[in-house]
């Protein structure tokens, strides 16, 4: 199973950014995906889920500003993000859980800049 991020960049505050993870080799459909993300010196934090049902969730701080979901027809998902804040700052990771193996894989993340 392969993940590939893409869509970071540097940005000002309260601009939007939208994040992708092309992935490959799993089934798709079924598997729980998520955004995390990990900012210097600040461990990795889920920032927001879909399941394979579609069914979302999303970190406190990032509710009402951040989007995700999924393109099963293009084994994608996305994030994003609107009402970026200079807090938002950090590296960004796509994870995928396998159905029904439960085994997870990462991407190699995509650097997401908030200017003030």
């Known amino acids: 199973v392969q993940l590939v991020e893409s869509g970071g960049g540097l940005v000002q505050a309260g601009g939007s950014l939208r994040l992708s993870c092309s992935t490959s080799?799993?089934?798709?459909?079924?598997?729980?995906l998520g955004w995390y993300r990990q900012a210097p010196e600040k461990e990795r934090e889920l920032v927001a889920a879909?399941?394979?049902?579609?069914?979302?969730k999303y970190a406190d701080p990032v509710k009402g500003r951040f989007t995700i979901s999924r393109d099963n027809a293009k084994n994608t998902l996305y994030l994003q993000m609107n009402s970026l804040k200079p807090e938002d700052t950090a590296v960004y990771y796509c994870?995928?859980?396998?159905?029904?193996?439960?085994?997870?894989?990462w991407g190699q993340g995509t650097q997401v800049t908030v200017s003030s």
């Open positions: 994870n995928l859980v396998e159905w029904p193996s439960k085994k997870q894989y």
């Open positions: 879909i399941t394979g049902g579609g069914s979302t």
């Open positions: 080799g799993s089934l798709f459909l079924n598997d729980d």
